[in-house]
């Protein structure tokens, strides 16, 4: 059973940072991309940040320049480095796995990190 795992969520002030995290376990595809969303209430959820196998990444317009992704030594781990933040990146962060190989792509998705941002 796979499973994905989300930590790192809190309460800051505008201009702080944090740092998530995503672990990944029983991952049986050969090559998978991990990417974070993030749903704030009433709103529809939306990519952050991806990287796939190869070590490409891609950033919401959104986030560019604060944010920094990047995987773990084993490919298994996501983080999310989250500077400056803003009141508007306040959500719900969810991790997501999906895998690149595969026929349907098979997508699996951790229960969300809350992160609030005020002053």
């Known amino acids: 059973q796979v499973q994905v795992v989300e930590s790192g969520g809190g309460s800051v002030q505008p201009g702080g940072s944090l740092r998530l995290s995503c672990s990944a376990s029983?991952?049986?595809?050969?090559?998978?991309?991990m990417a974070w969303y993030r749903q704030a209430p009433g709103k529809q959820r939306k990519l952050v940040a991806s990287e796939r196998w190869s070590g490409d990444t891609t950033y919401a317009d959104a986030v560019q320049g604060r944010f920094t992704v990047s995987r773990g030594k084993t490919k298994n781990t996501l983080y999310l480095q989250m500077d400056n933040l803003k009141p508007e990146d306040t959500a719900v962060y969810y991790c997501?796995?999906?895998?690149?190989?595969?026929?349907?792509?098979?997508?699996?998705w951790g229960q969300g990190t809350q992160v609030t941002v005020s002053s």
């Open positions: 997501n796995t999906a895998s690149e190989t595969t026929s349907p792509r098979f997508n699996f």
């Open positions: 029983s991952i049986i595809f050969t090559a998978y991309t």
